[in-house]
T-cell receptor
Framework: QKEVEQNSGPLSVPEGAIASLNCTYSDRVSQSFFWYRQYSGKSPELIMS????GDKEDGRFTAQLNKASQYVSLLIRDSQPSDSATYLC???????????FGSGTRLSIRP | DADVTQTPRNRITKTGKRIMLECSQT?????MYWYRQDPGLGLRLIYYSFDVKDINKGEISDGYSVSRQAQAKFSLSLESAIPNQTALYFCATSGDSNTGELFFGEGSRLTVL
């Protein structure tokens, strides 16, 4: 079982709609969770981090964490064409040393 | 200038050749990482280092070695390159053990023929 799993997509969402990206992880002791965005041909950049159960909102982005279900998600409201990218879920392992990435979900916002 | 600089940005080499990818940073971070990215596989950790005297293997260290020459420099070597090491390689730094924000270089695309 992979440590961090994501649906590879592509996920196609109409402009203005909500995009929902999901991620599960295997290490129950993990405490830190992240979403990175990567545009084609570019390096990843951090867009959200979450450490406690519940929701964390930042502008159009909301990260949701459920440690009991080992599940973290990212919602993008009012999706824009500029949101088209690959979204990488990442988890800091229980030793707090390594950051492990999922395989990424490719998101396409259609006009 | 970029805070995390990788050289070379692109390299084509032949099977069996020795290759070194270099990474330097001006962010003053102690933690440095090398990741490899393949289509559909996300980022996989090769090696990481928390200071000059600390080197740790990641998920896929076989066939690779690293050197932390200084706080600001972390090099990745392929002693004898093989075609399945063709990938996009990223160096990253992190300054805080509690946040997990990684700052990435622009990547080094390596092709092994």
């Amino acid at each position: 079982q992979k440590e961090v799993e994501q649906n590879s997509g592509p996920l196609s969402v109409p402009e203005g709609a909500i995009a929902s990206l999901n991620c599960t992880y295997s290490d129950r002791v993990s405490q830190s969770f992240f979403w990175y965005r990567q545009y084609s041909g570019k390096s990843p950049e951090l867009i959200m981090s979450i450490y406690s159960n519940g929701d964390k909102e930042d502008g159009r982005f909301t990260a949701q964490l459920n440690k009991a279900s080992q599940y973290v998600s990212l919602l993008i409201r009012d999706s824009q064409p500029s949101d088209s990218a690959t979204y990488l879920c990442a988890v800091r392992d229980s030793s707090a040393s390594k950051i492990i990435f999922g395989s990424g979900t490719r998101l396409s916002i259609r006009p | 200038d970029a805070d995390v600089t990788q050289t070379p940005r692109n390299r084509i080499t032949k099977t069996g050749k020795r290759i070194m990818l270099e990474c330097s940073q001006t962010k003053g971070h102690d933690r440095m990482y090398w990741y490899r990215q393949d289509p559909g596989l996300g980022l996989r950790l090769i090696y990481y280092s928390f200071d000059v005297k600390d080197i740790n293997k990641g998920e896929i260290s076989d066939g690779y070695s690293v050197s932390r020459q200084a706080q600001a420099k972390f090099s990745l070597s392929l002693e004898s390159a093989i075609p399945n090491q063709t990938a996009l390689y990223f160096c990253a730094t992190s300054g805080d053990s509690n946040t997990g924000e990684l700052f990435f270089g622009e990547g080094s695309r390596l092709t092994v023929l």
